[in-house]
C-alpha cells in the first residue's frame, strides 16, 4: 500500500487544519491507520488512529483537539486540528498496519507502511 499525506500549512495559533492521507494499491478498509509526528530531535510521537472498523484511539497529549476519522470508499483517513498551538508543529505522517482487522498501537516500530509526511507549522 502507498500512502500519500495533503494538508500541511504554516498556520497562525488558534487555526484549524485537516489533513488528509490518501491510500493506494491495498486494502484499506481493513488496515489499522494511525497519524504520527515528529520534530527534529524529538522521537515519533502518536497522533490519533483508527481500527478498520473506523473506532478512533488518541494519544495522550493530543485528546480534545484533534478528531481522526476515515472514508473507506475514498481510501482516505483524516486528521482534524482544532485551535492549534506552537507546540503541534511537527511533521505529520501517516501509517498503516496491513494485516487486516489489526489493532491500533502507539508503536511505530508495528506499522509497515508509511507515507513521506506533511509539514505543519504553527506561529505564535
Known amino acids: 500500500v502507498q500512502l500519500v499525506e495533503f494538508g500541511g500549512a504554516l498556520v497562525q495559533a488558534g487555526d484549524s487544519l485537516r489533513l488528509s492521507c490518501v491510500a493506494s494499491?491495498?486494502?484499506?478498509?481493513?488496515?489499522?491507520m494511525a497519524w504520527f509526528r515528529q520534530s527534529p530531535g524529538k522521537e515519533r510521537e502518536f497522533v490519533a488512529g483508527?481500527?478498520?472498523?473506523?473506532?478512533?484511539t488518541y494519544g495522550d497529549t493530543v485528546k480534545g483537539r484533534f478528531t481522526v476519522s476515515k472514508d473507506d470508499a475514498k481510501a482516505t483517513m483524516y486528521l482534524q486540528i482544532d485551535s492549534l498551538e506552537p507546540e503541534d508543529t511537527a511533521m505529520y505522517l501517516c501509517?498503516?498496519?496491513?494485516?487486516?482487522?489489526?489493532?491500533?498501537?502507539?508503536?511505530?516500530?508495528?506499522?509497515?507502511?508509511w507515507g513521506q509526511g506533511t509539514q505543519v507549522t504553527v506561529s505564535s
Open positions: 483508527t481500527n478498520w472498523r473506523g473506532n478512533p
Open positions: 494499491g491495498g486494502q484499506f478498509n481493513l488496515y489499522a
Open positions: 501509517a498503516a498496519h496491513t494485516p487486516p482487522w489489526s489493532a491500533v498501537t502507539v508503536y511505530p516500530a508495528d506499522y509497515d507502511a
